[in-house]
């Protein structure tokens, strides 16, 4: 599907880290909106998606004019105030395709850069991260990259994110991540099905995991995804065990016999600062 693109010129940038990310005194997005679409995206029941005319989720993006210089402005407010930690983004991809052309994430690092948050957080799919290590490297240890890797398989994965990157594309720009110094973890959220061999996959690129599903981190126990109908996929698939609050256990267990017990994280734990 092909995004329908907008531009607004939002009065603010930061706003205040609540519920899931109440760990984090703010939460930034650049732009509303993602045309990666995935199917699960909690955000299709939130009221951006639901009170936005014209389009379904992943139709439109809102480009956000000017966020660099509001930006600047917010995080010499926000650091008088005491300490920042910011989680980039709770509903959408900085990173998304039109990213490349608009670079709305990239200037608003190099405004961090400039005026650091005591902890960043880049959540994102996308291997276009990498186009930003220079930035990314000067922000040092006050940065995480979280890449999302919902599972090790390509099949699943066109099958519920078809316009999202390719599971070997975001493996490929962890490892360039982790050879420029750049903090990492993999977001196995939302959970889907694995094989056994995921761990091993990860091992040698990677060293914290958080592992996240539906019922967990969908900042509703889980009632936002069984409103989308996520359900029905599972059950298409033959594969609706692990449309369950105890499939997480399975993929836990078996990050368990690979990585050490620290390095794995639950759901809220895993995103905190
Ligand atoms: S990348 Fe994230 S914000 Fe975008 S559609 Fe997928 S889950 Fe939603």
């Known amino acids: 599907m092909k995004s329908e693109i907008f531009y607004k010129n939002p009065k603010s940038i930061l706003n205040k880290g609540t519920g ?3 760990g984090y005194t703010h939460s930034l997005n650049p732009y ?3 045309s990666f679409s995935c199917s699960y995206c909690y955000v299709r029941q939130m009221p951006v998606s639901l009170f936005r005319e014209g ?3 992943g139709s439109w993006v809102d480009v956000k004019n000017g966020a660099a210089d509001i930006l600047k402005k917010e995080i010499v407010k926000a650091k008088k105030k005491g300490s920042v930690t910011i989680f980039m983004s709770s509903s959408t991809d900085p990173y998304q395709p ?3 052309k608009e670079t709305v994430t990239r200037s608003i690092l190099e405004v ?3 005026t650091p948050p005591d902890f960043l957080l880049v959540q994102t799919r996308s291997p ?8 990314l490297q000067q922000l040092r240890e006050k940065v ?3 890449m999302t890797i919902e599972t090790d398989s390509e099949i699943i994965r066109k099958y519920f994110s078809p316009e999202a990157p390719p599971i070997q594309a975001r493996i490929k720009a962890l490892q360039i991540l982790a050879d420029a110094g750049i903090p990492t973890q993999v ?3 939302p959970l889907l099905p694995s094989g056994e061999y995921f761990p091993h996959k990860l091992k040698p690129i990677v060293n914290r995991i958080c592992i996240d599903d539906f019922f967990l981190g969908d900042g509703s126990g889980g009632k936002r995804t069984k409103k989308i109908g996520i359900d029905k996929k599972f059950i298409e698939l033959g594969l609706e065990e692990w449309y369950s609050t105890c499939a997480y256990k399975i993929v836990y267990k078996r990050f368990k016999e690979v990585f050490n017990e620290d390095q794995i994280y639950l759901s809220q734990a895993g995103f905190e600062p």
């Open 20 to 22: 899931f990310l109440s």
């Open 32 to 34: 509303t909106g993602c």
């Open 55 to 57: 389009g379904q989720w």
């Open 98 to 100: 039109i990213e490349h």
């Open 112 to 114: 961090l850069v400039e």
């Open 128 to 135: 276009l991260v990498c186009r930003d290590i220079d930035l």
């Open 144 to 146: 995480r990259v979280s």
């Open 187 to 189: 977001a196995i959220a």
